[in-house]
């Protein structure tokens, strides 16, 4: 089984926890795809959902294969949502935002009363951090607020490079909402929580990719099948 193969089977078992009635957010990046793709298949069978999506590529994915989108103004609350990861830690603590979307992609979260994580087995980690921590910033102030999670992160004992993320053409990278990322290289984050709280009281910080408390479950599939991660 590739990469690609695993992910697919991870979106697949977490397809069978979507009933007809329910309101779904979907995420954004290659394993959520896979989701939308089978999520497409079933709709097609007469399935009967409505979804948000989290990115502007997902949306365009699940409307041309004919899936009934809301918004959150319409449908604030949400069943279930369903997303990839980058990193799958202690507690289904995660770092998500290796595709630029982790602000939708939180809000979504936050609005669902659940929400499943679907990943191939390379993502579990036992501690947070070798995959940078994307964190979405202003692009006013970028400079003081680049310093002020410096001085967050040594405070925590962490440091490392972080990266203005920048497209292949060179061009810095803007998110969905109009933000850069700066991509935090601390290699290992012992307390997410502590990182995220001090993250939180920088003005110039939109969002972090650190989803703590969020996920209620994840897929995970490797070569010898899919496996089920639930809440400590
Ligand atoms: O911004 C992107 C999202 O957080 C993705 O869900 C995450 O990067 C995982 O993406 P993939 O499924 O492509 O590995």
């Known amino acids: 089984m590739t990469p690609d193969d695993m992910k697919r089977e991870a979106a697949r078992a977490a397809l069978a926890h979507v009933e007809s009635g329910m ?16 999520l497409g298949e079933k709709v097609r069978g007469g399935l009967e959902v409505v979804c948000v999506p989290a990115s502007e590529f997902t949306h365009d994915q699940a409307r041309d294969l004919g899936i009934p989108l809301t918004t959150l103004d319409e449908t604030p609350e949400l069943d279930l949502a369903v997303d ?38 390379s993502k579990v980690v036992p501690v947070l951090g070798r995959f940078p921590l994307p964190v979405e910033v202003i692009p006013f102030g970028f400079g003081a607020t680049r310093a002020a999670i410096e001085r967050i992160a040594a405070k925590l004992g962490l440091s490392g490079e972080l990266r203005l993320r920048q497209q292949s053409d060179g061009l810095v990278f803007v998110t969905d909402g109009g933000h850069h990322i700066l991509d935090c290289h601390f290699q290992q984050i012992p307390d997410p929580a502590a990182l995220a709280a001090g993250l939180s009281t920088i003005p110039g910080v939109v969002e972090h990719g650190l989803f703590l408390g969020l996920a209620k479950g994840a897929y995970v599939a490797g070569s010898s099948g899919v496996r089920f991660i639930g809440p400590a």
């Open 23 to 38: 309101r779904l957010g979907l995420g954004h990046g290659s394993t959520a795809k896979h989701f939308v793709d089978l």
């Open 84 to 121: 990839g990861a980058d990193e799958i830690g202690p507690a289904l603590g995660l770092i998500k935002g290796g595709g630029g979307a982790l602000l939708r992609e939180k809000i979504v979260a936050s609005a669902a009363a659940s929400m499943l994580v679907i990943a191939d087995e």
